[in-house]
Nanobody, 124 residues
Framework: QVQLVESGGGSVQAGGSLRLSCVYS????????MAWFRQAPGKEREGVAR????????VVADSVKGRFTLSQDKDKSTVTLQMNSLKPEDTAMYYC?????????????????WGQGTQVTVSS
């Protein structure tokens, strides 16, 4: 089974940066996709970024476009979310997620495995 371990969360000032890492194991899907979701208090869970681990194609949500970048290192079994120009609105619990098939949608229920989450807090 897939296991996901997240790290890199913390507290930063607005305009600062954080780098979230997700190390995965047992990921053997033929068409694998990994993504970051976030959920803030009082808001619905939303997709932030996703990457097709086979062809390295990544997509980021409009709300973070130009500020967040998702990349992978297959040799290290790691996906990294680089978050720059952070805003207070980015404050949320961030979750790494994986699905075995398909990588065209930010639909949380389609993802089969989830990490424990890491908190990101951005102060003004």
């Amino acid at each position: 089974q897939v296991q996901l371990v997240e790290s890199g969360g913390g507290s930063v000032q607005a305009g600062g940066s954080l780098r979230l890492s997700c190390v995965y194991s047992g990921y053997t899907g033929s068409s694998a996709c990994m993504a970051w979701f976030r959920q803030a208090p009082g808001k619905e869970r939303e997709g932030v970024a996703r990457i097709n681990t086979n062809n390295n194609v990544s997509v980021v949500a409009d709300s973070v476009k130009g500020r967040f970048t998702l990349s992978q290192d297959k040799d290290k079994s790691t996906v990294t979310l680089q978050m720059n120009s952070l805003k207070p609105e980015d404050t949320a619990m961030y979750y790494c997620a994986a699905r075995l098939y398909g990588c065209l949608e930010f639909i949380a229920q389609a993802y089969n495995n989830w990490g424990q989450g890491t908190q990101v807090t951005v102060s003004s």
